[in-house]
């Protein structure tokens, strides 16, 4: 067990649309972090929160947005979804400062048709 | 920005031989964190390096951290299929991007029985 839930596990959508992935992360975690990883490809960093507070933004699209909300679940929301957005997104937690390690979750699978 | 590199990008071993994958960053590190992917699976956090000449051993695998913290290197003594994964290393970038972690592309392991 990661400590954090990602909802929902797959998601299947057209071009055009808009979705809304979500992370929880267990109690007492207060950063967010949220990966982009395409077919064989490495993990992307697309953006992470602190305590409701966004931290560090990555190669992250304009179409994308996140936020994290005061009982830190977060979510990350993809608008005018493109075939190249689909993907595999990971939302990960951390506790404590930046040397701590990351805990993953089961991660988002997105397909685009 | 930061850029870590790893190679190789895929190794096939037969099982029982020997694997090795290396890190390097653009920069030097504060620390470097090794992650494993199971096919189908979420990245799991197996070990961070602190040190500069850092060695640490879990089992069969050997973790290394470079003098000048700016390399490192997985070894896998004796392959088992139960090793096929994706082998990521990752950094955290330096000041404000000390926040977030960057990954490298992995080295995608595939054993032979």
């Known amino acids: 067990d990661s400590g954090v839930t990602q909802t929902p596990k797959h998601l299947i959508t057209a071009t055009g649309q808009r979705v809304t992935l979500r992370c929880s992360p267990r109690?007492?975690?207060?950063?967010v972090y949220w990966y982009q990883q395409s077919l064989d490809q490495g993990l992307q960093f697309l953006i992470q929160?602190?305590?409701?507070?966004?931290?560090a933004k990555g190669n992250i699209l304009e179409r994308f947005s996140a936020q994290q909300f005061p009982d830190l679940h977060s979510e990350l929301n993809l608008s005018s979804l493109e075939l190249g957005d689909s993907a595999l997104y990971f939302c990960a937690r951390r506790r404590g400062n930046s040397n701590q390690p990351q805990h993953f979750g089961d991660g988002t699978r997105l397909s685009i048709l | 920005g930061q850029q870590v590199m790893q190679i190789p990008q895929y190794q096939h071993v037969q099982e029982g031989e020997d694997f090795t994958t290396y890190c390097n960053s653009s920069?030097?590190?504060?620390?470097i964190q090794w992650y494993k992917q199971r096919p189908g699976g979420h990245p799991v956090f197996l070990i961070q390096?602190?040190?500069?000449?850092e060695v640490k051993k879990q089992k069969r695998l050997t973790f290394q951290f470079g003098e000048a913290k700016k390399n490192s290197s997985l070894h896998i003594t004796a392959t088992q299929t139960t090793d096929v994964g994706t082998y990521f290393c990752a950094g955290p970038g330096s000041g404000a991007g000390s926040y977030q972690l960057t990954f490298g592309k992995g080295t995608k392991l595939s054993v032979i029985p």
């Open positions: 929160y602190y305590n409701g507070e966004e931290r």
């Open positions: 109690s007492g975690d207060l950063s």
């Open positions: 390096l602190v040190k500069s000449g």
């Open positions: 920069t030097t590190l504060s620390n």
